[in-house]
């Protein structure tokens, strides 16, 4: 395998990621390692803080038709998203419910999922979607941002200047036009773009050799949020697309935290479950995300959460709402239940909702399925 895929790989480890000689842990005891989560839970929430406007709603929208030549259709994604937003938020009209969440003084930071590529990415059809929408809500393109923490990964999964004119497309780690992660000084370029005031510190060492250092961008036992969440966006629309990790589901809590600090690689395996749960209770996420669009028009029941093509399978929907663990929960029931028929797995496995439960008792959303107000939606009648 090629190093670059390999460590790809590894980033895409779930719950089960057994770290290579590339990426050191050190192991830690059986008692959880010490966190800063404390820090976070000190600071007062805010009026938009998770579990957002509608907490334990989520809105599930199939069409069966949205799958057109073997990709998302742009022009039926429009109309599932728009009866999403208009189910949730109770809204006469699209303007008023974009409105709700979102507005033209705002820089609003589309938080997509590219790390499996072109195959398994959070779809160009979904994406534009919700760019069309809210220009029709008077937010100019310009106040538009589509991020993750990877440029390289962006780019192969079609975020471009191409497809987005007139949108700024940023990762926080980057390479320059000669494909160098390291400027003049010799310091990662990421380094530019990593608030060192806001961090999630964890008492597991992260070591790494120097062809990993830069995806990391530092090792040690801090993870530093990007300056995209803390500085450069007012409000983040978290947009993952639905796919499985080993057992479990790797949606919106997951898509926010890994994708949100670095030196992420010491927290796959034990610290997983910790993590997505964990650093979503930072004020760079807890406060600043308004809205969860879980991309499921194409995803993946086994092998993921990279591109496994045998895998690849349609669950025609789209699922919206304030709540992250809400609908992270639906969504990984939308999994389980595809696991359980292809014959994957024969019963819901212990410790699968883990970091939901532990988001749930932090305060950032509704884990319990019997407390959830599940809307759904079939435009095919």
Not at 12 to 34: H, N, R, T, W, Y
Not at 146 to 155: A, G, P, S
Not at 258 to 276: E, K, P, Y
Request: glycine share 8%; charged share 25%; hydrophobic share 40%.
């Amino acid at each position: 395998m090629k190093r670059r895929n390999f460590f790809r790989s590894l980033a895409l480890g779930g719950a089960g990621m057994v770290f290579s000689p590339i990426a050191k842990a050190v192991p830690v005891a059986d008692d959880k390692p010490e966190t800063n989560l404390k820090d976070a839970l000190a600071v007062p929430r805010t009026a938009q803080s998770m579990p957002g406007k509608y907490p334990g709603k989520v809105v599930k929208v199939k069409n069966t038709d949205c799958i057109v030549d073997g990709r998302p259709s742009e022009e039926i994604a429009y109309e599932m998203l728009k009866t999403c937003m208009l189910d949730l938020t109770g809204a006469s009209d699209l303007k008023a419910a974009w409105l709700q969440f979102v507005g033209p003084e705002d820089v609003i930071g589309l938080k997509v999922n590219p790390i499996a590529g072109k195959l398994l990415s959070t779809s160009h059809a979904l994406t534009k979607s919700i760019v069309r929408q809210l220009e029709e809500s008077g937010i100019s393109r310009r106040q538009i941002i589509i991020w993750d923490r990877r440029e390289v990964d962006l780019r192969e999964a079609g975020f471009t200047a191409e497809q987005y004119p007139e949108i700024r497309i940023i990762g926080t780690e980057y390479q320059d036009e000669n494909g160098s992660y390291v400027n003049a000084e010799g310091k990662f370029y990421g380094e530019e773009r990593v608030d060192k005031s806001q961090f999630f510190f964890v008492d597991v060492e992260g070591e790494y050799d120097a062809y990993t250092m830069p995806y990391m961008i530092n090792g040690g036992k801090y993870s530093y949020f990007t300056k995209i969440c803390t500085e450069m966006v007012t409000k983040i629309i978290n947009v993952p697309i639905l796919k499985n990790a080993g057992t479990t589901i790797t949606g919106c809590m997951k898509n926010l935290a890994f994708g949100s600090i670095t030196n992420t690689a010491r927290l796959h395996g034990q610290m997983w479950n910790d993590t997505c749960a964990s650093v979503c209770a930072f004020p760079p996420l807890r406060d600043k995300v308004v809205l969860n669009i879980l991309d499921g028009m194409i995803g993946c029941f086994d092998g993921g959460p990279a591109a496994n093509p045998q895998f690849i399978c349609p669950y025609h929907s789209i699922l919206a709402g304030t709540d992250p663990v809400a609908v992270d929960e639906v969504g990984y029931r939308m999994i389980l239940e595809k696991r359980i028929a292809e014959g994957v797995q024969k019963e819901e496995k212990k410790g699968a909702r883990a970091f939901l439960e532990m988001a749930e008792t932090l305060g950032l959303g509704i884990a319990n399925p019997e407390k959830i107000d599940l809307h759904e939606i079939n435009l095919n009648g």
